[in-house]
């Protein structure tokens, strides 16, 4: 039996219409929150392993705002790509996914981890939106990360499941009690409803992958590459929203990945690590919509409402609504 959803009423309130696009030839399942006639719509690009309710603690905090997000390819409901699941696949997925939806008005991308890197090598190659945000950015190859020693037990973990019999490598990969050390590593919260929650839905959610193939693959794109390969080259105006106890990239590392966008703010959330979505919801909602306040055309706005905040204690401009 699931454990019931802390922001359950509030994404209830929030219409919410299934679909399915072709993109390079399979199918994408995708999820549109809100009202589609809006001038405004926020793409969110969930991260590795997890798929659309991972990033709806977030959807539910931005009531009144149109809303889409996919379900990466060979994750949840969508097909694999018939191309390599590593970063150029899903790059080129992401832009004909976008182009695919034939968005007009002021169009967000916002990344969450794994889907920080996918966007930002997307941008870095020519995707065109309005604004960009990257929650929980991996900053710095994960490697060198403040966990590094976990990172190394997970690619030790990775690398026994591809080299054992397929079957048995596929069980090993959603094996419940890894799945559950992974997420008691991760959580950071003392709320014992909402930790109950953050284990449940990677119960559920953490092993909806369609092959062990898509998984290895993807898993080795998330640690070959990081947002830093790619900020320079991304012209667009940026929020990063970091957590200041982020296990796999540091806060020193979220500065320095900020001085190479060209025109980047940063706001890093207290007392969380790399589960803001579900942890902190409400407060990176607060941060976006602070973000998004800003028209998308302004020019000077690399810190719209004082989002540059390395302690984490900025007072956003335009709180969300709950």
């Known amino acids: 039996m699931s454990v019931s959803s802390p922001y359950a009423a509030q994404l209830e309130r929030i219409p919410v219409v299934e679909r399915t696009l072709q993109v390079l030839g399979s199918e994408t399942r995708y999820w549109e929150y809100g009202d589609a006639a809006s001038d405004e719509t926020i793409v969110l690009v969930h991260g590795f392993r997890g798929d659309?309710?991972?990033?709806?603690?977030?959807?539910?905090?931005?009531?009144?705002?149109?809303?889409?997000?996919?379900?990466?390819?060979g994750f949840g409901a969508s097909a694999p790509l018939r191309s390599a699941h590593d970063i150029d696949g899903y790059a080129a997925w992401l832009t004909a996914f976008i182009a695919g939806l034939g968005l007009s008005g002021r169009v967000v991308l916002l990344g969450h981890s794994f889907g920080s890197i996918i966007s930002s090598a997307a941008l870095a190659a020519g995707l065109v939106v309005d604004d960009v945000i990257l929650v929980n950015p991996i900053a710095a190859p994960a490697l060198r990360g403040p966990r590094g020693v976990m990172t190394r037990l997970a690619v030790f973990y990775y690398q026994a499941s591809a080299a054992l019999p397929e079957k048995v490598?596929?069980?090993?990969?959603?094996?419940?009690a890894i799945v559950r050390i992974m997420s008691v590593t991760m959580v950071k919260t003392h709320d014992a409803e909402l930790r109950r929650f953050v284990h449940d839905q990677h119960d559920q959610y953490f092993s909806a992958f369609s092959d062990r193939d898509v998984v290895l693959e993807a898993f080795r794109a998330s640690v070959s590459h990081d947002v830093s390969e790619y900020a320079a080259a991304i012209p667009t105006r940026t929020l990063l929203i970091a957590a200041d106890k982020d296990d796999i990239t540091s806060v020193s590392a979220q500065h320095d990945v900020q001085k190479l966008f060209p025109d980047a703010a940063l706001h890093v959330i207290p007392d969380v690590g790399h589960l803001i979505h579900y942890e902190t919801p409400r407060e990176a909602a607060q941060q976006i919509a602070a973000f998004l306040a800003v028209p998308a055309d302004a020019a000077g706005t690399s810190d719209p409402a004082g989002t540059s905040d390395p302690a984490g204690t900025s007072d956003p401009a335009t709180p969300a609504a709950s």
């Open 169 to 176: 490598g596929f069980a090993l990969l959603r094996n419940r």
């Open 52 to 73: 659309h309710h991972g990033l709806e603690p977030v959807v539910a905090q931005l009531p009144g705002r149109h809303i889409i997000t996919p379900d990466l390819p």
